[in-house]
């Protein structure tokens, strides 16, 4: 009697392991998409140095006036070229300034130009793309032909052109001018972008669904489309900081951008790059600053990208 007993609860207990595996695989099929992205993002060893440079790079901008130990415009003609030392760990330029403060505050302006000019472009590229993909005709030829005028220039070669017209300042005034010349050039970027994302998820059938219902189309767009769209958007827009602090560091050192005494990147590399045979460190640290932070978004970018492709599982 016994060994029956046992027979029967070892059969009960392999007919409810299938059970189990099958609830713990529902549950798997049942973890959100956000949840899913997360754990890939997670995973990716790539992804997780992107992230902790990029949060790196945050609190040093947020908290610059805490951790530079100077003023990064304060002009000492006794401390010109001093080489790094405890004093003055990355030296001084050759107006005596501690560039460890500048490198510190220059990250605050890149930072702020990067985001700023991709937020900006972001804000009137996404509404012209679903605009064009979702309507088509008269209205996508329209908005395309404006997009493919600006991208008939050569990304830098059009921020020069709209520097020129803006004319370069310092202060928080040249920095707008500089994320407004940037935005410019990127906003077709995302344009193009959205309006191929839109071409196919309007075809769907629960867009066709909504329509049938009497849904209006403002609500369709932001409701159902946008929301499909955001993946690609996410990535292009972490990628694109990148790029928009490679050409804010460009148009600084050929001075049509943030212009002195704002601390730049840029600019430190353009007026230090006469001394760097002798004083190879005036050049060096502003231009590590640049590669650090832009390796960082694209490691970001790229972990982004595995984590919300939705053929990886």
């Known amino acids: 009697m016994a060994n029956g007993g046992d027979s029967f609860r070892g059969a009960l207990g392999e007919a409810a392991l299938p059970v189990g595996i099958a609830v713990s695989s529902a549950g798997e099929r049942s973890e959100s998409p956000l949840r899913q992205a997360i754990r890939r993002l997670r995973k990716s060893t790539t992804a997780v140095i992107g992230v902790a440079i990029v949060a790196a790079l945050l609190l040093v901008a947020l908290f610059a006036d805490v951790l530079a130990p100077r003023s990064p415009i304060a002009n000492d003609q006794m401390q010109t070229f001093a080489r790094p030392s405890w004093d003055y760990p990355l ?138 769209c955001l993946a690609p958007i996410i990535v292009t827009t972490t990628l694109g900081i990148a790029t928009s602090i490679i050409v804010e560091a460009t148009l600084s050192f050929l001075g049509l951008g943030t212009q002195p005494p704002t601390p730049s990147w840029g600019w430190d590399l353009k007026a230090n790059v006469s001394f760097i045979q002798a004083n190879a460190w005036l050049s060096l640290f502003p231009g590590l600053a640049i590669f650090v932070t832009v390796l960082g978004f694209n490691l970001f970018g790229d972990g982004l990208r595995d984590a919300l492709d939705p053929r990886l599982k």
Request: charged share 15%.
């Open 91 to 228: 030296g001084t330029d050759q107006l005596g300034r501690d560039m460890l403060s500048r490198v510190i505050h220059g990250t605050r302006i890149s930072l702020l130009v990067g985001v700023s000019s991709v937020l900006l472009a972001l804000f009137v590229g996404v509404p012209f793309g679903l605009i064009a993909g979702y309507y088509g005709g008269r209205v996508d030829s329209v908005v395309m032909r404006v997009m493919d005028l600006i991208l008939a220039f050569p990304i830098y070669l059009l921020a020069i052109i709209l520097m020129v017209i803006f004319t370069p300042t310092a202060g928080l005034i040249g920095t707008i001018k500089v994320t407004g010349a940037i935005a410019i050039v990127r906003i077709p970027i995302y344009a193009r972008l959205v309006r191929g994302s839109v071409l196919s998820i309007k075809e769907k059938e629960y867009i066709e669904a909504c329509r049938a219902l009497g849904v209006r189309d403002p609500m369709i767009l932001a409701r159902h489309v946008l929301p499909n």
